[in-house]
């Protein structure tokens, strides 16, 4: 049977696992995905890297895979248990068209045939054959072998195992070790030797392991040679005094490291002997034939040393608990108690908030702080430091520019100063693979180094916006789809070790969170919630999850119109430019704003209130009388466990000290709240009442009261009884 590229076509699935792993779940019988952009036709027999746009058969992929070109990649198929009997050149197996229909079968220039010369059974511990190793050997028309550059026969080597009932075969046989029972060679001659206690030789082929036996000396190997193992073979060698014998090149060494890793803690005792005077390439089978004796190589073997094994390393970054101790504590702040470096965060609100002005606003100001002279930002009363910045902006290029303009006529920025700040004017996929994260990837890498070089400063954030473009399309409400974001986000963390910050839309209302499905969420490290302005308030941003720290901080800020000149028409060209509440006050000589003042203890309380109103905030009943204010209450069984989940770790101690402590925290906080009208209650219900916090962004109410009362001291005496929710800690 002749080997066409088509005929290989049948390979391709297997030799793609074999190459790419499992692939993954989902599949058609026209597409298999692998991952990372790769594909495969079964039905075709054809493979595709979308992410660097090629393709071809099955002799290509092994050729890209592997590095392997020619015969070695049709060697590595026949290496691999693929059966494979055509002599023609490799070109012409590398693809499914490769052979016109009619045209006669080709042969290498000197003619020659591949003829099997030699089969070593490898058989259970009863002698019954599970597969074999054959060596193929070239037969020219003359009679003679074909040589190899070592001045012997050239060879090659393929696997063959028993055909099972009813499963296609040639001669019995299926010419491939899928499915069989991993063996060592020789396993009742093993199983003997070790029985006895005798000390075993383990080589690298079956030629070497039969010489070694002829003499006396027990001696085995595993299949397909060197740098293969199955973990089917290690028990085998429970208790095994060992020695292995490397052929005298860096695979047999390798697989010499190797199988001592392997049968480590399986083996009783694993020595590594290199036998003297070996010939580059050589083997045990060439030290003997050179003249080495059965009691100069047990000589050697008792003299044998452990195996070098390398230490273990750990493929997650373990880090001992130890280690923790011998570095301070620290945390790598962006914007200080607000944005980690590397981490991941959402900023989202409705259309026209100014989510997208606010954000560009921090990124800008962190940038250009990386100017000589100039101090380290203070924005919103948050510090930051100097940091390069890679804008992704899928839409609204023009508009964006002249944002930039505006916000450089602000700050006073010359034309010609340069800050790390560089934007994308492009969408991107970053739900269908990982073909454009891994562009985006090679893209920051090269700009950090400009930056770096002209600016004295890395990018450490990459900012997409908006989420819904880079979805390209997809179902944000979607598990799939806002997964695939959400782990495309990671890598490209990985990859460049930058914060990755999405600007994304809001909820219908506010206090909902991120729009889409709950992973983007889950994931986020940060968000940062932005409201739009009223006749009446001003535009708000408040931190509404900060895994590194508290969150519920709310903040005022205006967007500024900002004339940048005229159009050809002679109309005004307009931006606008962030300015915060604080700072618009204090221009306008105004007191600045008031609002409860609460303590820690109070803070905890009011944080887990405010979380669940926006997870589980309903609008009151009929029978509970809310101020008109109030458009969501909570039910006080879910706020108290949630603050038990979020507080008890906290603590130590038995559970009943916890609970005693978290019961004393929440009475103290919720008793000053209650009595000052900052929260309501009426059993099994809690809400805000609208009264102003410092601080702090109330939900579940429509208004926020600007009347403001200078608390008491916290152990005030005329605090008032306990209301029906001060006992919600107690089961």
Not at 29 to 40: A, H, I, K
Not at 58 to 74: C, M, P, S
Not at 152 to 166: F, I, L, N, V
Not at 335 to 351: D, E, H, Q, R, T
Request: glycine content about 10%; hydrophobic content about 35%; proline content about 6%.
């Amino acid at each position: 049977m002749s080997a066409s590229g088509e005929d290989l076509g049948k390979y391709m699935m297997a030799v793609a696992s074999e190459l790419w792993g499992d692939p993954r779940k989902g599949g058609t019988n026209s597409e298999q995905r692998f991952g990372e952009g790769r594909t495969v036709n079964p039905t075709k027999g054809t493979w595709f890297d979308h992410s660097a746009d090629e393709g071809g058969g099955v002799i290509a992929l092994i050729e890209r895979e592997t590095g392997r070109k020619g015969k070695e990649a049709v060697d590595w198929l026949r290496g691999h248990g693929f059966h494979v009997e055509d002599n023609r050149p490799p070109q012409a197996l590398s693809n499914r068209d490769a052979k016109p229909a009619g045209r006669k079968k080709e042969h290498p220039a000197d003619g020659a045939k591949k003829e099997l010369v030699k089969s070593w059974d490898y058989t259970d511990e009863n002698g019954a054959v599970l597969y074999q190793t054959l060596r193929y050997q070239f037969k020219k028309p003359d009679g003679t072998w074909r040589l190899g550059e070592d001045g012997k026969p050239e060879k090659t080597y393929m696997q063959r195992r028993k055909a099972q009932d009813g499963e296609d075969s040639r001669d019995g046989w299926v010419y491939s070790l899928k499915g069989a029972r991993m063996v060592p060679y020789r396993l009742p001659d093993l199983l003997e030797a070790l029985s006895g206690g005798y000390r075993v030789f383990l080589v690298e082929g079956e030629k070497t392991a039969d010489a070694l036996n002829d003499l006396g000396v027990p001696a085995t190997c595993n299949p397909m040679g060197a740098k293969k193992w199955w973990d089917d073979l290690t028990p085998h060698f429970d208790g095994a005094d060992l020695v292995i014998l490397p052929d005298n090149d860096d695979p047999g060494r390798e697989h010499a490291a190797l199988v001592a890793s392997k049968l480590k803690g399986t083996a009783e005792k694993i020595g590594v002997l290199e036998l003297p005077d070996l010939k580059p390439k050589g083997d045990a089978f060439d030290w003997i034939e050179a003249g080495g004796t059965i009691e100069q190589l047990y000589e050697l073997a008792a003299a044998a040393k452990p195996p070098a094994l390398p230490e273990f390393k750990s493929s997650f970054g373990a880090v001992w608990f130890h280690e923790v101790g011998k570095h301070k504590p620290q945390r790598d702040w962006l914007v200080k108690n607000l944005i980690l470096a590397n981490s991941f965060g959402i900023i989202y609100g409705p259309p026209g908030c100014g989510k997208s002005f606010l954000t560009s606003d921090m990124m800008l100001s962190c940038a250009a702080s990386a100017l000589p002279g100039r101090n380290r930002p203070d924005w919103f009363g948050y510090r930051g430091r100097p940091f390069g910045v890679i804008y992704v902006v899928a839409e609204g290029r023009e508009d964006f520019e002249i944002r930039l303009h505006a916000w450089r006529a602000e700050h006073g920025i010359e034309d010609d100063q340069i800050i790390p700040f560089v934007f994308l004017p492009t969408a991107i996929d970053m739900r269908s693979s990982d073909a454009d994260t891994k562009r985006l990837a090679e893209e920051i890498a090269g700009i950090s180094a400009v930056m770096e070089e002209r600016c004295g400063v890395r990018a450490e954030v990459v900012v997409i916006d908006t989420v819904a473009r880079a979805l390209a399309g997809g179902n944000e409400n979607a598990s799939e789809v806002m997964g695939a974001f959400v782990i495309n986000c990671g890598k490209l963390q990985e990859m460049t070790k930058v914060a990755c910050i999405g600007v994304h839309h809001g909820g219908k209302e506010a206090g909902r969170g991120p729009r889409g499905h709950e992973a983007l969420h889950g994931a986020a490290d940060f968000e940062i919630e932005v409201s739009g302005a009223t006749p009446d308030t001003p535009n708000l941003w408040s931190v509404r999850k900060l895994k590194a720290g508290p969150g519920g901080a709310t903040h005022r800020f205006r967007l500024r119109q900002k004339t940048l000149g005229e159009d050809v028409d002679g109309d005004p060209i307009t931006s606008c430019v962030v300015v915060s509440q604080q700072a618009t006050e204090e221009a306008a000589g105004e007191e600045k704003p008031k609002g409860w003042k609460v303590n820690d203890t109070e803070r905890e309380f009011l944080t887990v209130l405010a979380d669940m109103i926006e997870k589980r905030g309903v609008m009151p009943p009929s029978d509970v009388l809310v101020p008109p204010k109030v458009a969501l209450i909570v039910a006080s069984e879910d706020v108290r466990t949630a603050y038990k989940e979020k507080f008890s770790g906290t603590e130590t101690g038995t559970d009943e000290q916890i609970e005693a402590r978290l019961r004393q925290r929440w009475s103290r906080a919720t008793k000053s709240l209650l009595k000052f009208g900052i929260i309501g209650s009426k059993k099994p219900w809690l809400w805000f009442t609208g009264k102003q916090v410092r601080n702090f962004r109330i939900r579940g109410i429509n208004e926020i009261e600007n009347s403001y009362v200078e608390p008491p001291p916290a152990e005030a005496d005329d605090l008032p009884p306990e209301d029906d929710v001060l006992d919600l800690l107690q089961s």
